[in-house]
């Protein structure tokens, strides 16, 4: 029934940008965000918004990427300016639904790269 649907990834060189989108359904949703994933590690914060608008970023990504919630139609995007070789992972998106638990998309590739 919760479905989320990620989009826009690709191959960006060093320097470059591009913007994600998650398109989600099913649910009213208390927060949404991004993870990422790279080959060996663990996955990790990007960014998220609560319901109340506010946004938290990881450091290494904080003045370079913006996260973008269009609440009344369940959409998230992130847009990536000044992308570097580290930021290349699977990039998921995330949603919470109070007392029902964590939904995940089934992911998008970034790769930086020249």
């Known amino acids: 029934q919760v479905q989320l649907v990620e989009s826009g990834g690709g191959l960006v060189q060093p320097g470059g940008s591009l913007r994600l989108s998650c398109a989600a359904s099913?649910?009213?949703?208390?927060?949404m965000g991004w993870y990422r994933q790279a080959p060996g590690k663990q996955r990790e914060l990007v960014a998220t918004?609560?319901?109340?608008?506010?946004?938290t970023y990881a450091d290494s990504v904080k003045g370079r990427f913006t996260i973008y919630r269009d609440r009344a139609k369940n959409t998230v995007s992130l847009q990536m300016n000044s992308l570097k070789p580290e930021d290349t992972a699977v990039y998921y998106c995330?949603?919470?639904?109070?007392?029902?638990?964590?939904?995940w998309g089934q992911g998008t590739q970034v790769t930086v790269s020249s």
């Open positions: 995330h949603a919470r639904v109070f007392l029902k638990g964590d939904y």
């Open positions: 099913g649910s009213i949703f208390n927060a």
């Open positions: 918004i609560n319901s109340g608008g506010t946004a």
